[in-house]
């Protein structure tokens, strides 16, 4: 595996908005193949029974105990609230009622698509796999929920923002949603 540049182009208050802008990137995406991996930190026990409903074989681990529970360990995740999620390999339908799930509590939602297409026009060739991610951070601003917010972040993924073309493209991906590219790039750990 490899790591990615993630860059944030589209922080928004509004998740509507968010996940409008993730349908369009994903329109633009080959998503044959697609999946899409969960990663969480679940607080109440309201939320954890809604994504539950989506995801009844949850992949957890405690984060608060010494001895940490998981759903490995056939534990249950109720009475070990905070629960970390990392839950992956996912059809990219469950996306959006996983999100609808959360509440305040938050995650990022990475698309794990098969290509960024050729894009003549704009000079850009294909991206395989290897490098063709998309991540919705809910109700935070970074990739590992450190980053608490209020607003939810759409970032795509690049092989190495430093190179031009990688970054022409992230710059024509956020045009395509009505973003734009800060500058903020996370190492994403793929």
């Not at 908005?17 to 329109?27: P, S």
């Not at 990475?110 to 919705?136: C, I, M």
Request: aromatic fraction near 6%.
């Amino acid at each position: 595996m490899s790591n990615s540049d993630a860059a944030a182009v589209l922080t928004t208050p509004d998740l509507e908005e968010a996940i409008r802008a993730v349908r369009t990137l994903l329109d633009i995406a080959d998503t044959s193949g697609g999946e899409v991996d969960f990663e969480a930190v679940i607080r109440s026990p309201e939320v954890l029974a809604r994504v539950l409903e989506v995801l009844p074989a949850l992949k957890w681990r405690s984060m608060d105990e010494p001895e940490q529970a998981s759903s490995e360990a056939g534990d249950d995740p109720a009475r070990c609230l905070p629960i970390a999620v990392f839950d992956w390999c996912h059809p990219l339908e469950l996306a959006e009622p996983f999100i609808a799930a959360l509440g305040p509590d938050p995650a990022a939602v990475r698309f794990d698509l098969n290509a960024w297409p050729e894009v003549p026009e704009a000079g850009l060739e294909r991206v395989s796999q290897k490098y063709a991610y998309l991540t919705l951070s809910v109700n935070s601003r970074d990739l590992y929920q450190c980053e608490l917010s209020e607003d939810h972040t759409v970032h795509v993924h690049v092989r190495n923002t430093a190179w031009p073309a990688h970054t022409a493209r992230v710059r024509w991906l956020a045009d395509q949603i009505g973003g734009r590219f800060t500058g903020r790039v996370e190492t994403a750990l793929l």
